[in-house]
């Protein structure tokens, strides 16, 4: 059972157009990560977060702790937007992640 | 430049062979991670260490060992390489805010 659940899996936009991922967890989490992961590349921490909402550039992250849902925005999208975005849930006493199966997208100019 | 180092990038090896990845950081964080990446499963941890001289078991350890040589190496041991364990591993890092991941493993078993 995924204790962490993304959707969509595959998305695909035109350049310009608002985007959001949405990410659910089922664990009590003490933050919840997103990650970007470009094609063949490593993994970049874009945010952590615990409650609210947070901003940097185009990209905005929300988390509903009661809800126990997390969203990432992106506004007016780019083709070097293009990548897999991986939610992650951070719990226990090791800080150990526990990650969503990722969202792969496509940004078409 | 700070951040997680992890050696090698790629690697093949054939099944029964035994291979060291390396990972360190220098960034001085306590804790760290092991996962392994397969398509359509996600990230998964193998192996992990919250401080120095402590390592535990993650989701998946069967086949592979850990050593938690100081504050700054962590190594992941494959003892007796097996197809099932082609994939890519990320080393990470974290201390009390964000995690640093390094920049992966492709291992392939043949």
């Known amino acids: 059972k995924n204790e962490v659940e993304q959707s969509p899996q595959n998305l695909t936009a035109q350049e310009g157009e608002f985007i959001t991922i949405n990410c659910s967890y089922s664990v009590g989490i003490s933050a919840l990560h997103w990650l970007q992961q470009h094609p063949g590349g490593g993994i970049v921490s874009l945010f952590m977060?615990?409650?609210g909402k947070k901003k940097h550039g185009r990209l905005i992250a929300t988390i509903n702790i009661q809800e126990k849902h997390s969203s990432l925005h992106i506004t007016a999208s780019h083709p070097r937007d293009s990548a897999v975005y991986i939610c992650a849930a951070l719990s226990g006493s090791a800080r150990q992640l526990t990650f969503g199966s990722g969202t792969q997208l496509t940004v078409l100019p | 430049n700070a951040g997680v180092t992890q050696t090698p990038k790629f690697q093949v090896l054939k099944t029964g062979q035994s291979m060291t990845l390396q990972c360190a950081q220098d960034?001085?964080?306590?804790?760290m991670y092991w996962y392994r990446q397969d398509p359509g499963m996600g990230l998964r941890l193998i192996y992990y260490s919250a401080s120095e001289g402590t390592t535990d078991k993650g989701e998946v350890p069967n086949g592979y060992n850990v050593s938690r040589l100081n504050k700054r190496e962590f190594s992941l041991r494959l003892e007796s390489a097996a197809p099932s364990q082609t994939s890519v591993y990320f080393c990470?890092?974290?201390?009390?805010?964000?995690?640093?991941f390094g920049s992966g493993t492709r291992l392939t078993v043949v």
């Open positions: 960034m001085n964080h306590n804790s």
């Open positions: 977060l615990s409650s």
């Open positions: 990470a890092s974290t201390a009390t805010y964000g995690y640093t």
